[in-house]
């Protein structure tokens, strides 16, 4: 009797992997570079609370409320609509022995936790800066104005270091991460940084005014052990040559710049979805004066909870976000993160108006409120997916940096129009129904979006459009 032809039995199947560009993960494989960028992000979103700890360094250093919102929000904004395309389009660019990502964290890193620890001297310094200014003969400033202009420099080169670490570390994710995986990834990726945010506030925040050099270089170097980790352990695959350099220099690289990222309607409308969905952002800063008893002679009354039952109200809505972040990628990967994103944007805006009509007290508001952040925490853990997915991956920090330019025009534009439209109609209530109308516009957006998406080819079919021809060509 004749052996059957072993040569002609089917092979084992091997072990599964997963690939993004010419990176090759097994399963173990991809956990870990998972796990370093999660890593990655938790320490990332502690650093970039120190932020919001920059209006009270101000105030503490005796800036009035104009300085505070000039030096705090306006300068930041106009560094990023001005910087953020310098720095997209060195990163896309550049081709190193570590990639072309890892090398813009490796140099941004020391200068930002250097910024970090001058910032919190802001106080000492101050008074060493007057004392030099006085025995130069310069007059006699205040030990006050010499610290916020100490924290106005170190702010400065801090924003443009940061620069850096923001949009490259957002790029190496799209780098490293397969597709396949991205939604599950996302999600973890929001829910870890929430909890990065929820510990600097829980367990930095309070030590912040009386012991502020410590708790600004303390978090300056845990980011910087924690990013070479990254740079360390993270590791990126070839790249295909970059694009050839727009002729003209400078002015025809900026050009290029331009007509590359606004020409496409496709992209426009991608980024018509940003501008909406970030000015509806700015009404939420009013929520507090609803809230609480801060209401003002001539307008309609608030709920007059205290402060401190407020913050706990608020402290839930990102609580309950945070399981969201976790359930949502398995949903994304499955259904797609565009049509996850479009059911949490719907859901976002019903939820702005259900606050608007049915928050009579803590209760309701708590109830109300917590829905709402469930809902874009949904929309959030979709979008972050839906970039490296409809963002053409050559030019990927380019586009990146110009999305991140429309998000800062609308924070830019929304403050004075919702300014004044709550003065005009007296109600803080109102801020709900503002937040409502701009993530319905958003919604719109996202709609014409997803319709031109599903003309390009949808699930099975999408290629990024070319940004360089013309939309009939693509």
Not at 102 to 111: A, D, I, K, M
Not at 155 to 184: H, R, S, T
Not at 279 to 298: D, E, I, K, M
Not at 322 to 332: E, Q, R
Request: glycine letters at 10%; aromatic letters at 16%.
């Amino acid at each position: 009797m004749s052996l059957p032809d072993s040569s002609a039995a089917p092979a084992a199947p091997g072990p599964k992997t997963y690939r993004v560009g010419t990176l090759t993960y097994t399963r173990y494989g991809l956990l870990q570079v998972m796990f370093w960028m999660l890593w990655g992000d938790f320490f990332f979103q502690l650093m970039e609370s120190m932020q919001t700890v920059t209006p009270l360094l101000l105030r503490w250093n005796g800036a009035s409320d104009t300085v505070i919102g000039l030096v705090g929000g306006s300068l930041s904004s106009a560094l990023a609509f001005f910087w953020y395309p310098v720095v997209a389009t060195q990163s896309d660019r550049h081709r190193s022995r570590l990639g072309r990502r890892r090398p813009f964290l490796l140099w941004g890193t020391p200068p930002v936790v250097l910024s970090l620890a001058f910032l919190g001297a802001a106080k000492p310094a101050g008074a060493w800066l007057q004392r030099g200014l006085v025995m130069l003969g310069a007059g006699t400033p205040s030990a006050n104005a010499c610290a916020v202009a100490w924290i106005s420099v170190w702010l400065v080169i801090f924003l443009l270091f940061n620069a850096y670490i923001v949009q490259v570390f957002a790029c190496l994710i799209a780098d490293v991460i397969p597709q396949e995986v991205m939604g599950k990834f996302t999600g973890l990726y929001r829910a870890v940084g929430a909890v990065g945010s929820l510990a600097f506030s829980r367990w930095a925040l309070g030590w912040a005014e009386a012991y502020t050099v410590h708790v600004y270089v303390i978090i300056g170097l845990i980011f910087a052990v924690a990013f070479i980790i990254i740079i360390w352990n993270v590791k990126e695959g070839d790249y295909p040559p970059p694009p050839p350099r727009a002729p003209g220099g400078r002015l025809g690289a900026i050009r290029e710049y331009f007509v590359t990222s606004f020409r496409h309607p496709f992209y426009l409308n991608y980024f018509a979805v940003t501008f909406f969905y970030w000015a509806s952002l700015v009404p939420l800063n009013y929520v507090a004066f609803f809230g609480t008893q801060a209401g003002r002679a001539g307008y309609a009354p608030t709920l007059g909870l205290s402060l401190q039952a407020f913050g706990e109200v608020k402290g839930w809505t990102f609580i309950v976000q945070i399981p969201v972040f976790f359930i949502v990628g398995v949903f994304v990967d499955r259904f797609h993160p565009m049509r996850v994103a479009v059911i949490g944007m719907l859901l976002t805006a019903a939820t702005y108006f259900g606050c608007f009509f049915l928050v009579h007290d803590k209760d309701s508001l708590l109830f109300w409120w917590c829905l709402n952040q469930v809902a874009i925490a949904t929309f959030l853990g979709a979008a972050t997916a839906m970039s490296p997915q409809l963002l053409p991956r050559e030019r990927y920090g380019q586009f990146v940096s110009a999305n991140l330019i429309f998000g800062m025009v609308g924070l830019v534009i929304a403050p004075p129009v919702v300014g004044g439209l709550l003065q005009w109609v007296a109600d803080y209530r109102y801020a709900f129904a503002f937040c409502g109308v701009l993530t319905s516009l958003s919604l719109a957006a996202l709609l014409l979006l997803q319709a031109q998406w599903q003309r390009l080819g949808g699930v099975k079919g999408f290629v990024p459009p070319d940004p360089a021809l013309p939309a009939a060509r693509s």
